[in-house]
C-alpha cells in the first residue's frame, strides 16, 4: 500500500523558477528519501533526511522533514529544463529495508 | 557507487509464456533485493523482498507462484514472471542498498509487454 500522498500531481514551470513539492506520510519513520525518475527509467537517489533532521540541503535541492505533521518538501532552486521528471518521496518501513513510495510529483521545467 | 544492473531493459512475450528478469549489484553485496512494479503514470508498488540464501517474501496480493524470485547469491537476484497474461504488462525494477539508512540504488527497470 501507499505510505502517502505528494502533491502537486503535476507541476509546470519556467526555467529559473523554483519548484517545491509536498509529501506527507501515515505511520512512524526512520528516514524520508527523494528519488527522481526520468520518464522510463529507473530512480535515482537525491537526498535521504533522518527523523531526527529538520533541515538538508545538497546542491540546488532543499528538503524540508517535519515528523510533527508527517510531511517533507522539497525545493528546486533555479529549476532547470533537465530537472523534468517525476518526483517522489519513500519512507522505510521501520528496520525492514522497505521503501513505501508516494504518488509522485511530475514536474515540466519550460526552457 | 553502488550500481545494480537489470536485464532485460524491455521485453515482449506472447501470453503463457514465462519472462526471468535480472538484477545485478556491481560492486556491492546485495544481502536483499527488492522488487518493484509500476503502471504507467502510477508509482511504484513493492511487490517482494527477496533475501540472499533464503525464500522471498511477498506483499499481501502478490501470487508467489506466477512472480518467481530467487537469490542464489550475493549480487545476484532474478524475478520470473510466469504463465504472463497482458495484465502482467508493466514496469519492473528492483533495487538494493549498501546500508540501511542510506539511499537506495535501483535498475533501470524493465519494461514488460505480454501479447
Known amino acids: 500500500s501507499q505510505q502517502g500522498e505528494e502533491d502537486p500531481q503535476a507541476l509546470s514551470i519556467q526555467e529559473g523558477e523554483n519548484a517545491t513539492m509536498n509529501c506527507s506520510y501515515k505511520?512512524?519513520?526512520?528516514?524520508l528519501q527523494w528519488y527522481r525518475q526520468n520518464s522510463g527509467r529507473g530512480l535515482v537517489h537525491l537526498i535521504l533526511i533522518r527523523s531526527n533532521e529538520r533541515e538538508k540541503h545538497s546542491g540546488r535541492l532543499r528538503v524540508t522533514l517535519d515528523t510533527s505533521k508527517k510531511s517533507s518538501s522539497l525545493l528546486i532552486t533555479a529549476s532547470r529544463a533537465a530537472d523534468t521528471a517525476s518526483y517522489f518521496c519513500?519512507?522505510?518501513?521501520?528496520?525492514?529495508?522497505?521503501?513505501?513510495f508516494g504518488q509522485g510529483t511530475t514536474l515540466q521545467v519550460k526552457p | 557507487g553502488a550500481v545494480v544492473s537489470q536485464h532485460p531493459s524491455w521485453v515482449i512475450c506472447k501470453s503463457g509464456t514465462s519472462v526471468k528478469i535480472e538484477c545485478r549489484s556491481l560492486d556491492f553485496q546485495a544481502t536483499t533485493m527488492f522488487w518493484y512494479r509500476q503502471f504507467p503514470k502510477q508509482s511504484l508498488m513493492l511487490m517482494a523482498t527477496s533475501n540472499e540464501g533464503s525464500k522471498a517474501t511477498y506483499e499481501q496480493g502478490v501470487e508467489k507462484d506466477k512472480f518467481l524470485i530467487n537469490h542464489a547469491s550475493l549480487t545476484l537476484s532474478t524475478l520470473t514472471v510466469t504463465s504472463a497474461h497482458p495484465e502482467d504488462s508493466s514496469f519492473y525494477i528492483c533495487t538494493s542498498t549498501k546500508t540501511l539508512n542510506y539511499g537506495y540504488t535501483f535498475g533501470s527497470g524493465t519494461r514488460l509487454t505480454v501479447v
Open positions: 519513500a519512507t522505510d518501513r521501520g528496520n525492514t529495508g522497505k521503501l513505501i
Open positions: 505511520t512512524s519513520i526512520n528516514n
